[in-house]
């Protein structure tokens, strides 16, 4: 198998309050390969995008890893200096914010801003610079993109600000974008296009891209694999066709019975399962995790192990697991137990 783009193994982050030192994100791995998508969903609260700024080494202030490992390409992000950390940000690998208007600087036009970055990170002249910005315009399908080159972002919608963030996360070819929940803003044409140029994009470059959302049903068009997250855990994980033919952890299937969209796959629950439709109660606040299953307070099927023992990682398919006690480990017996 191909080395994958971004390996993430037993991935810890904690935050320090000042009165408290709280788990955020607790043994998370995962890995992505080169030209395929990865959805990361959850609702909000979950750590997604903790997830995403402790790969790009950005976490905010008193938040930290304690633990595990990162690997971009085989390198060691957890132990790269910054220095090295900038020269990988934007060139190896690039992020796609929900709001682009945060991210671009308005008071310069479309073509310095995807310049710089091409300027900054890859040995080009002004000129060749500016040739890329062109180009990327173009890639992104913005119409008439001689003419946006010397616009500034308030001059453009929405859907094209994206379209320019796409742009210039892609403008130095990158190995990994992750997308944290980029069409959030848009509506739902402008978000179906967006992911489908994203998609034709993918089909040319196989970068590998990590897409964050509430949505399993955007994760259901466009990712390949995903990662289900809850209280800052990986709850289950596996191809998007396994999870959404078999979800075996209680709160992916409470997800899916809350996304119109999927409620014809979900068909094949049970009466109990669908009945999960809306998840009762809320995600709990960082430091209010249960020690057992951090599901617990909400699951309609636990029982006296779920409140004793913390569950085990069951391996349901060759290429998915969820982490619960309730779920159907693979019949093979060498595939029961993960650890
Ligand atoms: N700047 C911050 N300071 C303190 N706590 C934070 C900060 N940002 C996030 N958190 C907390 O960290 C935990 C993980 O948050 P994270 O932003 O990763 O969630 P998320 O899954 O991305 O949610 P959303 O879907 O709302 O974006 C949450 O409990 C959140 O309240
Ligand atoms: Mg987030």
Known sequence: M???????????????????????LDGVSLQLLAGRTLGIVGESGCGKSMTALAIMGLLPDRFRVSGGSIRLMGEELLQARPARLRALRGNAMSMIF???????????????????????????????????????????????????????????????????????????????????????????TVQAQIFRLLRELQDS????????????????????????????????????????????????????TCTPRLRLGAAALDAEQQELGEIPGMVPAIGRFPTVCRFLPRCRMADGR??????????????????????????????????
């Not at 890639?139 to 946006?148: F, K, M, N, T």
């Open 205 to 256: 470059t196989r970068t590998a891209i990590m897409l964050i959302t509430h949505d399993l049903g955007a994760v259901a068009e466009m990712a390949d694999d995903v990662a289900v997250f809850y209280a800052g855990k990986c709850v289950e994980k596996g191809q998007v066709d396994a999870i959404l033919s078999d979800p075996s952890h209680p709160y992916t299937r409470g997800l899916m």
């Open 98 to 188: 929900q709001e682009p208007m945060t991210s671009l600087n308005p008071v310069l036009t479309i073509e310095r801003q995807i310049s710089e970055v091409v300027q900054l990170h890859q040995n080009k002249t002004a000129a060749e610079a500016r040739e890329i910005a062109r180009e990327m315009l173009r890639a992104v399908q913005i119409p008439s993109p001689e003419a946006r080159l010397a616009a500034y972002p308030h001059e453009l919608s929405g859907g094209m600000r994206q379209r320019v963030m796409i742009a210039i996360a892609l403008a130095c070819q990158p190995r990994l974008i992750i997308a944290d929940e980029p069409t959030t803003a848009l509506d739902v």
């Open 306 to 339: 779920c409140a004793n023992t913390e569950p085990p990682v069951v391996r349901v398919a060759s290429d998915h697991t969820a982490l619960c006690w309730k779920a159907r480990p693979d019949e093979a017996p060498e595939m029961r137990a993960v650890r």
């Open 2 to 24: 191909d080395r994958p783009v971004l390996d993430i193994t037993d991935l810890r982050v904690e935050v320090d309050t000042g009165r408290a030192v709280h788990s955020v």
